[in-house]
T-cell receptor, first 112, second 112 residues
Framework: QQQVKQSPQSLIVQKGGISIINCAYE??????FPWYQQFPGKGPALLIA?????SEKKEGRFTISFNKSAKQFSLHIMDSQPGDSATYFC???????????FGQGTTLQVKP | DVKVTQSSRYLVKRTGEKVFLECVQD?????MFWYRQDPGLGLRLIYF???????EKGDIPEGYSVSREKKERFSLILESASTNQTSMYLC???????????FGPGTRLTVL
C-alpha cells in the first residue's frame, strides 16, 4: 500500500520550460512534506520542504504548491536547466518521528 | 558539512551469505535510518534508530536486522542473503531536533 503516490514516473522538459511533479497522500496526519533530489551515483538531498499551514513555498526556481483539502502537493521547477536533470522524490511524515514515506520517484530530463 | 559514509559502493554476495552494511555519520546525529531503493518503488524504510542501542522496525524489516553500538555507526545485517534483497541500500541520519535527513551515497548490493 503506497501512502504517497507520485507522478509522472518520468518527465522530459526543454531547457527554460516548467517541470511539474505531483504527489498525493492518504494519511491526513502527515504534517511535513519534503522533496528530495538525487543525482546519479549520489544519495538523495533535501531540496525544499513545506508544512500544511502554508499553501506555497518558494526557494529560487523551486516552488512547492500544497492543497490540503485535496491531499496533494506538487513541485514546480521554473526555467528548468540541464543541471536539474535528476530523480525527484516527494515524501511525507508525521510529527517528529523522522519516518519518511517516499513517493515512487520521477526521473527528470531537461534537454538543452 | 554533514557527512554520511557507507562502507562499500558495490557489493556482490552469494545466496545464504551473511552480509554487513556499515554506515557512519560525523555530525553526532541521534537518529539514523536504513532504506532500500528500488525502481518504481521509491525509498522504503527498513529500520531506524533514535539513539544508541535503540532500534525500531520500519515498513519492510523482514530478512534484516540492525545494530547500533556507537552513536556514529549504524549497521544493517542480512542474516541470510536472498536474491530478492538485490537493491540499492541508503543510510541516512538527522539530529532529533530537525527534519532534514542526510543521506550517504548508497551501497548497490547484488545477491547471486
Amino acid at each position: 500500500q503506497q501512502q504517497v503516490k507520485q507522478s509522472p514516473q518520468s518527465l522530459i522538459v526543454q531547457k527554460g520550460g516548467i517541470s511539474i511533479i505531483n504527489c498525493a497522500y492518504e494519511n491526513t496526519a502527515f504534517d511535513y512534506f519534503p522533496w528530495y533530489q538525487q543525482f546519479p551515483g549520489k544519495g538523495p538531498a533535501l531540496l525544499i520542504a513545506i508544512r500544511p499551514d502554508v499553501s506555497e513555498k518558494k526557494e529560487g526556481r523551486f516552488t512547492i504548491s500544497f492543497n490540503k483539502s485535496a491531499k496533494q502537493f506538487s513541485l514546480h521547477i521554473m526555467d528548468s536547466q540541464p543541471g536539474d536533470s535528476a530523480t525527484y522524490f516527494c515524501a511525507a511524515s508525521t510529527g517528529n518521528t523522522g519516518k519518511l514515506i517516499f513517493g515512487q520517484g520521477t526521473t527528470l530530463q531537461v534537454k538543452p | 558539512d554533514v557527512k554520511v559514509t557507507q562502507s562499500s559502493r558495490y557489493l556482490v554476495k552469494r545466496t545464504g551469505e551473511k552480509v554487513f552494511l556499515e554506515c557512519v555519520q560525523d555530525m553526532d546525529h541521534e537518529n539514523m535510518f536504513w532504506y532500500r531503493q528500488d525502481p518504481g518503488l521509491g525509498l522504503r524504510l527498513i529500520y531506524f534508530s533514535y539513539d544508541v542501542k535503540m532500534k525500531e522496525k520500519g515498513d519492510i524489516p523482514e530478512g534484516y536486522s540492525v545494530s547500533r553500538e556507537k552513536k556514529e555507526r549504524f549497521s544493517l545485517i542480512l542474516e541470510s542473503a536472498s536474491t530478492n534483497q538485490t537493491s540499492m541500500y541508503l543510510c541516512a541520519s538527522r539530529t532529533g531536533a530537525a527534519d532534514t535527513q542526510y543521506f550517504g551515497p548508497g551501497t548497490r548490493l547484488t545477491v547471486l
